[in-house]
């Protein structure tokens, strides 16, 4: 078994403020924009994504974070909504997710309600996607059994001919069961990590209430956590 590699001395600048800001959200906020223009990864705004199972187990996966407005404070994904992910989300509206960026030394937590998004909104992401993904959106019942790759790949020669072949230039229309999610922002936190895995922690809390199909949030409360 090889030796992990050794700690290096983190960057003076990779820390948290003390005091700690009354809103996380604009430091969050900063993160992220930090990875995608430095182009840490070939998708900087991965994200584990967990659920509840059906007999109330976790269930986690990797999407990609498609937007945010972390003015209100929420995040979005798209995905089919008759999957695994989309069916628990039904039963249990509410997720965590993970964001990390090794080479920053940084790690986001995120837990909140879920809310399907606008479906105004869907269909311009939609729109954007390039054909063969629009495709696969119809071709797939995303997480159902299939009995071979052939026969997936016949599902994707189907969707083509049902949708490229008899308009070409026709844009593929969104399907009804696809379409994205906000994960609104109830409970953060930052993690920054230090030398001697004298890690910064610290954890915000607010509230979160019911206002149509959005939310009205209350103020942030915070502590500092050990690591």
């Given at each position: ?95 965590a997710a993970v964001f990390h960026w090794d080479c920053f030394a940084r790690q986001v937590r995120i837990e909140g309600p879920v809310v399907h998004s606008p479906e105004s909104e869907s269909d311009a992401y ?102």
């Open positions: 078994m090889s030796k992990p590699e050794p700690e290096s001395e983190a960057r003076p600048d990779l820390c948290l403020d003390d005091p700690l800001p009354a809103d996380p959200l604009p430091l969050f906020s900063r993160w992220l924009d930090e990875a995608v223009e430095d182009r840490v990864a070939r998708n900087p705004t991965t994200m584990t994504l967990a659920t509840v199972g059906p007999k109330g187990d976790p269930e986690a996966r990797v999407v990609i974070c498609r937007g945010w407005d972390l003015e209100r404070g929420w995040l979005v994904f798209y995905t089919n909504r008759q999957s695994q992910k989309g069916r628990s989300l039904a039963r249990v509206p509410r997720a939609f729109a954007d996607r390039p054909p063969e993904a629009a495709l696969s959106a119809w071709a797939s019942e995303q997480s159902d059994p299939i009995r071979s790759r052939v026969a997936l790949l016949e599902r994707q020669r189907e969707a083509e001919s049902r949708f490229r072949d008899q308009d070409p230039g026709a844009a593929v229309p969104r399907p009804p069961h696809w379409g994205g999610y906000r994960i609104w922002i109830e409970r953060i936190e930052l993690w920054v990590g230090r030398f001697g895995r004298l890690h910064d922690r610290a954890l915000w809390n607010r509230t979160l209430d019911p206002d149509g199909d959005s939310f009205r949030a209350g103020s942030w409360s915070v502590e500092r956590l050990q690591p």
